[in-house]
């Protein structure tokens, strides 16, 4: 396999550094188990090197010393460490809401728990007194409509108060939780919850976006009389207070009744929610997650990792249909302060929310790297406009974080603020790749592997390589994996989609450099690799190099070169362009830029106007479908049209294919 062009031997510029003699959680986490375990890691390679190696021994450390809460006691640390299908912590009963629910060390009632905003400006404050309050009337209420432990309850629903509510008030009961963000279309809500035949819908009237009100009633009619199992719709006045909807039962109604909190005891593995891959050729794959398995990953991960401590306020810019809105309320697991926000990260403008984290004093703020690069092309310097002196860490993810992006960070943001570039999926509902307090921040790469995931890079045979491009491979069984994909018994669908290729060991689909410093940096979805002429490119390096140029808005780069073939395909750059931009202004820029900053086998054949990059419903760019429209696919059979944000997207290159490119 090539190395990439892009590879420099020496170490990038530092952008942040720990402090000497750096304490807080990691630190108390390594003094502890050098005293109980006998493992002395004077380093975080070294700490990592043993979580990986001594599994049994790194996650039984992590839940005692985190304070993980067993009903029951286990046998073992793993039953079985054979992937798929590794058994974790067999005997021990659990629940993620008790752990949600009970107050962390050092923090009261009416400390708060919660942060809610909207776009519009609607604001609430729940405090962990309140927020236990309403869990226990929704649990009455879903007790009233039938539900128990293993039934399912969905929501078609915002990131809001309500919809948090009545997660953890389904887990507390063991049943099995899911949700759509409000915008989702009616066709692909079904192809979502049809699957897992749901018990309840929770759904509001409609959402705020942009500026615009949108009245979603219609869907959740359509979708009662798609979803035979449902035994209750619930409906939340969210933009009318005064909202109501046939066949539906009032938000104040499910909860009038106040009753207790109690926290039925499920094995480890038992199923806590399901979300969804893209679901952009085909049905999308339900994937399941245990209680014990995220509970133990996201305490590992916010405490350790991210150095949460309780009262701390947490952000993460998300949808109800992002994994990372899982990630975000796991920092009621360690005491955190959450802070939800439901509207559009660029309205009225990108100030937004940075703002926000000026009033609500957030110490670690997350959002895209899109937002990131949207920030730096629009001139913000939200040092010079805000009061950040609370932040400490910003973090980024659902795509690659641009070396520009860093820059910009340091520069426009803060010098004394960490930088997590992160990287992981909803498969796992964690991050493989991250930060660590005591690991510094080197200019676009991501500072290292989290504590228990052995991250390597593997060649097409199988064999690891450093300092070289290759397969992104998770070679020892982490707790967060899917306990299964819904309707696959005999594990057929899980195994396909992540061991076929080196069995016993997860390939995740990413293009990555692990360095000499073991850091990473990721290159782009391996599948839609830029082979020009034997040198293998990711495509973050392509839209690294284009999106940085003033008056591009957006791009998906499509090499057209079919697998296996002997002769070398054309390779396409689709660009949006800003306002006032010009085509010809931009193309012979771009074309110099390309080929110093990558090679002249990246400079594009074609350059082409479109309106919009087709996007998934999580944002993603829909590379592969499009490759396989431009090679002469059926567009219905390359990719669902209700898996994408802008369906309307796709018609540029279904033109483009029938006129004979």
């Given amino acids: 396999m090539a190395a990439s062009p892009l590879v420099d031997e020496s170490a990038p510029e530092v952008l942040w550094a720990p402090a000497p003699g750096r304490t807080g959680p990691l630190a108390d986490f390594t003094a502890w188990v050098r005293e109980h375990r006998g493992v002395d890691a004077p380093d975080y390679d070294a700490l990592h090197a043993w979580s990986v190696s001594d599994l049994e021994g790194f996650w039984s450390a992590v839940a005692e010393f985190t304070g993980v809460r067993f009903h029951t006691p286990f046998r073992a640390v793993l039953g079985s460490r054979e992937m798929p299908g590794t058994e974790w912590f067999p005997g021990a009963t659990l629940n993620y809401a008790e752990h949600a629910l009970t107050a962390a060390p050092g923090r009261q009632d009416d400390d708060v728990a919660v942060l809610f905003n909207r776009e519009d400006g609607l604001e609430r404050i729940v405090t962990h007194a309140e927020l236990r309050d309403l869990a226990g009337r929704a649990r009455a209420g879903l007790v009233r409509a039938g539900v128990g432990r293993g039934d399912r309850v969905v929501a078609l629903a915002p990131n809001s108060v309500e919809t948090l509510v009545t997660f953890l008030a389904a887990a507390s009961l063991g049943a099995i939780w899911s949700s759509c963000s409000p915008d989702f279309g009616a066709r692909a809500v079904h192809d979502r919850f049809a699957q897992i035949e749901p018990t309840v819908l929770l759904a509001v009237d409609g959402y705020v976006y942009g500026g615009k009100r949108y009245d979603i009633r219609p869907t959740i009619t359509a979708l ?114 959450i802070a939800l926000y439901d509207g559009n990260p660029g309205h009225p403008d990108l100030g937004a929310l940075w703002k926000l984290a000026e009033r609500h004093r957030i110490r670690s703020f997350g959002v895209s790297a899109p937002f990131i690069q949207a920030s730096l092309k629009a001139g913000l310097r939200p040092r010079d406009e805000f009061d950040l002196s609370s932040l400490r860490v910003i973090g980024s993810t659902g795509a ?262």
């Avoid at 929610?273 to 509970?295: F, M």
């Avoid at 707790?479 to 989609?497: E, I, Q, T, Y």
Wanted: glycine share 10%.
């Fill in 224 to 337: 009662q009389g798609q979803l035979p199992t449902l035994r209750a719709t619930v409906l939340v006045p969210y933009l009318d207070e005064a909202a109501t909807l046939e066949g539906t039962v009032p938000w104040a109604e499910f909860t009038e009744v106040r009753e207790p909190l109690a926290f039925e005891p499920v094995p480890f593995d038992h199923p806590l929610w399901v979300l969804y891959s893209s679901g952009t050729t085909g049905l999308p794959k339900g994937i399941v997650h245990g209680h014990g398995g995220i509970v133990l990953e996201h305490v590992k991960a916010l405490r350790l990792q991210m150095e949460l401590e309780p009262g701390e306020r947490f952000f993460w810019f998300t949808t109800t249909g992002w994994m990372m809105w899982n990630f975000l309320i796991g920092g009621l697991l360690v005491g955190a302060t």
């Fill in 400 to 661: 690659p974080l641009s070396e520009d992006g860093f820059r910009w960070v340091a520069d426009a943001v803060g010098e004394t603020i960490q930088i997590s570039s992160m990287s992981g999926g909803t498969d796992v509902c964690a991050g493989f790749v991250g930060s660590a307090p005591t690991v510094p921040v080197w200019l676009g790469e991501i500072s290292c592997a989290a504590l228990g995931a052995a991250v390597v890079a593997f060649d097409e045979s199988g064999k690891e390589v450093v300092d070289e491009v290759g397969e992104l491979v998770i070679t020892q069984p982490m707790p967060s994996m899917p306990v299964s994909f819904w309707n696959d018994p005999d594990g057929s669908r899980l195994r396909a989609a992540y061991f076929e290729d080196f069995p016993g060991r997860w390939r995740h689909g990413d293009w990555v450099r692990r360095t000499p410093r073991n850091s990473y940096v990721i290159y782009g979805r391996s599948d839609s690799t830029l082979n020009r002429g034997g040198v293998r490119m990711g495509t973050a390096d392509f839209y690294a190099v284009v999106e940085a140029a003033d008056g591009v808005a957006d791009s998906l780069v499509i090499d057209t070169t079919e697998l296996g073939a002997k002769d070398e395909g054309a390779l396409l750059c689709f660009l949006v362009l800003a306002p006032g931009a010009s085509l010809e202004e931009l193309e012979p820029a771009l074309r110099r830029a390309l080929r110093t900053e990558l090679s002249p086998r990246h400079v594009p054949d074609r350059f082409i106007l479109i309106d919009a990059v087709p996007r998934t419903l999580s944002g993603k760019k829909c590379e592969v479908p499009v490759k396989k429209i431009l090679a002469g696919v059926a567009p219905d059979k390359a990719v669902s049209r209700d898996a994408l944000q802008n369906p309307e997207s796709l018609d540029p290159f279904i033109t483009l294919t029938g006129g004979g490119r």
